[in-house]
C-alpha cells in the first residue's frame, strides 16, 4: 500500500500518513513525535490502519475487539501488514494496517 506523509501546518512535530482507498475515500490518521501512542482510521469498506510506534499492537487489539463485538463478520477476516514510512525529521515511523477479504462497498 503506498501512503502520503504530511506535516500539518505549524505543527512540524507531527505527521498526517493517509492513502487513496480503492473505495474513493482519503482514510488519515496523525502521529505525535517522540509518543507510543499509535492513532487510526477505520474506512467505510472495512480497512483500518494505525500509525505510531505501537500500531501493529493497537491494529491487532482493536481487530480482536471488534471481532469479540460481532462487527465486521460481513469482511471475512483481515490480512494484517505493516510498513514503515519516514517522517520529515528523519524518524521511521510503523504503519500497521488490516485489509479486509470482502471489502464493503463505499
Not at 503506498?2 to 487513496?20: A, G, L, W
Not at 490502519?49 to 460481532?70: C, I, P, T
Request: charged letters at 25%.
Amino acid at each position: 500500500m503506498e501512503f502520503i506523509v504530511r506535516t500539518p501546518r505549524n505543527n512540524p512535530d507531527e505527521v498526517e500518513v493517509r492513502y487513496d482507498c480503492a473505495c474513493g475515500c482519503k482514510p488519515r490518521a496523525r502521529y505525535q513525535r517522540g509518543t507510543d501512542e499509535a492513532n487510526h482510521e477505520h474506512c467505510c469498506c472495512g480497512q483500518v490502519h494505525f500509525v505510531g510506534a505501537r500500531a501493529k499492537e493497537q491494529l491487532e487489539a482493536y481487530l480482536k475487539d471488534r471481532s469479540m463485538q460481532g462487527l465486521d463478520q460481513d469482511l471475512g477476516g483481515y490480512s494484517t501488514n505493516v510498513q514503515q514510512v519516514e517522517t520529515p525529521w528523519g524518524e521511521p515511523v510503523p504503519v500497521a494496517y488490516g485489509v479486509p477479504a470482502k471489502p464493503r462497498a463505499h
